[in-house]
Each structure stands twice: as C-alpha cells, then as structure tokens.
C-alpha cells in the first residue's frame, strides 16, 4: 500500500518508531497550545476588562493552527512534541514544508481526529511509510530526525 515512487528519498528506517512518537508529540503540543492559549485569554480578559469576551472561543483553534504552522515550517521542521520525540515533517522530496501547508497540515489532523475520532490515527498502521490522511492529502511525510 506504500506509494514509494513518491517517497524516493526515504528508507523503511526512516519510519520507524514515527507513529508511536507522533500520537506522544499531540499530548505535549496540546499542552503547550493549550497553556499559550490561557494565557491570551487572561491577558485578553485582563486588557479590554472582560470586552474581548467574544474572541475566545475560536482562541484555541487559531492559536493551533499558527503553533503548527510556524514549527512545521521553521527550522526544527516539527513542533515542540515532535521534536522531543524524534520525529519532523518534510515534503515528500524531502524538503521543509512551507507555513501554508504546514498550517493546512495542521487543520486537516484537528478536522479529521474531531470528526473521525482519534480512530482515524489507525489509518497509519495500514501503510508501510506511517503516514496518516492529512499527510497525503497535504503531501507531507513524518520521519525520524536526522534522516537523510
């Protein structure tokens, strides 16, 4: 089921272990969203006494998707949780994705983990490259840092 004519730069190694790594890099990065995003709200409530009342609730989603975007697209190539579990996002041609689909990347994973459930991360066991339905339909592919 591995589509490797698009995938020629990366060894059946450089997968290994990058599905288990990723399901532990949302924990930590839902974390960090999540502590970003209480902050604001604080300094949100804080500065406009309580006006900014409206602009909560799409906080979380906005603060994700931009959290995503920049550490996806940035040098580290992965958010935070990636990082600390060894794992980074390049293109299928190997190179680091641009923010615009990092960002689209990132809104795809919450989209289809809150609509299909967290069950939708199965999909990635079927497939000899761990990559999941928003890898393939961003063009993305997770691998273990430091693979060529």
Request: charged fraction near 10%; include cysteine; aromatic fraction near 10%.
């Amino acid at each position: 089921m591995n589509d490797t004519t698009t995938l020629a730069p990366y060894a059946p190694q450089d997968f290994s272990g990058v599905l288990t790594g990723r399901c532990l890099a949302v924990i930590i990065d839902l974390i960090i969203v999540g502590l970003i995003t209480f902050a604001i709200w604080i300094l949100l409530l804080l500065s406009t006494f309580g006006l900014a009342f409206v602009f909560l609730p799409p906080l979380f989603p906005v603060v994700g998707l931009i959290y995503s975007g920049l550490t996806v697209s940035g040098e580290g190539r992965g958010t935070v949780g990636m990082r600390m579990f060894g794992v980074e996002m390049r293109t299928t041609s190997g190179q680091t994705p641009p923010f615009i689909v990092a960002a689209v990347h990132a809104v795809f994973f919450y989209v289809s983990v809150t609509m299909l459930t967290p069950l939708v991360l199965l999909f990635g066991l079927l497939r000899d490259d761990r990559r999941l339905l928003h890898d393939l339909l961003t063009g993305l592919v997770a691998v273990r840092r430091g693979s060529p």
